[in-house]
């Protein structure tokens, strides 16, 4: 029994290190594109410094968002660990295809919408703590919306400010800054994205331990007292994983952001990095899982459209925003077929 337990607990671990991975692998892209567009860092330099910042983030700034994650969304007393199991799969695969895609999407969407597929099938409707989904859903749909309007009144402020300013003087100046406005970025968005890594190992573990303490404790400590809690070891691994996913940088989706959107300058970067490190911060404060990847990229296209609204190819625009709205749905379906699969399987083999 205790062996089993353990293996389980293991294999949650690794997935959920991979998912936190592929999260930094996609979100690299958000976070470094403006930075690199506009000539501010080199590729390589931008992924590892912001892959530092993103350990740094992810490690220091509290583990608000892990909470809800791990407490609010699914209801601890009634879902199992191999809802979470399947939940963080089918994420990890969402990523993936949204990877070779090439468009930005939201690995917070993903995994929300797995924890609810899987929840519905493998356990029942009470299961789903829904008035939080509906905040948390609220959040998610308004976050991007401001992250255009911030950029775009932050944008539009500086060329005022800087109208007679030389265009090299001003350049150079804002080339020299964009480097931390991306750093910030960066520490934001480990703040937020690595701790739901966090809130779902501790929330494994947490169900894990009264099935098998001795075997649970060496992961989640002799003195849980049957509470949920994130212990520091969790903290190091999922900052360690979402920061490698970081510097190793999903290069597909950066063209796109860096390129694909329209020619970004100086201005853009810094208005745009900016207005999305101070939203996700916030939100990570708050509490309040959201999607960095789409904070990011509309503030981008905030900061481009306050030069002019067709300075902005809408074309590509139009698909990152398709892919948001089916993230979710696509994502729970997905797990709770996969949780389906699962369990016939196990039934015709007879485990």
């Known amino acids: 029994m205790d062996s089993s337990i353990l293996a389980l607990a293991l294999l949650i671990i690794v997935l959920v290190l991979l998912f936190d991975f592929s999260n930094g692998f996609n979100d690299s892209a958000p976070v470094v594109a403006a930075v690199i567009s506009s000539g501010a860092m080199s590729p390589r330099n931008a992924l590892l410094a912001t892959a530092a910042f993103e350990f740094a983030g992810a490690y220091l700034l509290g583990t608000a968002v892990a909470a809800m994650i791990g407490t609010g969304i699914v209801e601890p007393k009634i879902v199992s660990p191999q809802i979470i199991l399947v939940a963080v799969l089918a994420a990890i695969v969402w990523n993936v295809l949204a990877w070779h895609r090439a468009v930005p999407t939201s690995s917070s969407h993903a995994l929300i919408g797995g924890l609810i597929g899987a929840a519905l099938v493998g356990g029942n409707i009470e299961s789903i703590q829904w008035s939080n989904v509906l ?198 379906a997905l797990s709770a077929l996969m949780y389906l699969v699962a369990r016939w399987t196990i039934s015709i083999l007879g485990l």
């Open 135 to 332: 905040k948390i859903y609220e959040i998610l749909i308004l976050t991007p919306l401001l992250g255009f309007a911030i950029a775009f009144a932050v944008t539009r402020v500086l060329r005022a400010m800087l109208r007679q300013v030389r265009p090299t003087t001003a350049n150079l100046a804002l080339l020299r800054l964009q480097p931390w406005a991306a750093f910030g970025l960066a520490m934001s968005h480990g703040s937020n994205d690595a701790q739901k890594g966090m809130g779902l190992i501790a929330i494994a573990l947490f169900l894990l331990y009264p099935l098998a303490p001795q075997s649970i404790a060496a992961f989640y400590g002799t003195d849980a007292g049957g509470a949920f809690r994130v212990p520091d070891w969790v903290i190091v691994a999922c900052s360690a994983a979402i920061a490698l996913g970081m510097a190793t940088g999903g290069w597909r989706i950066i063209r796109t952001l860096g390129g694909g959107l329209y020619r970004i300058r100086p201005i853009h970067g810094f208005s745009s990095q900016v207005s999305s490190a101070a939203i996700i911060y916030v939100s990570a404060v708050a509490g309040f899982p959201v999607s960095t990847s789409q904070i990011a990229s509309s503030s981008i296209i905030g900061a481009g459209a306050a030069q002019r609204m067709n300075a902005v190819r809408w074309s590509p625009v139009r698909q990152m925003m398709v892919a948001w709205v089916i993230t979710m749905p696509s994502a729970a």
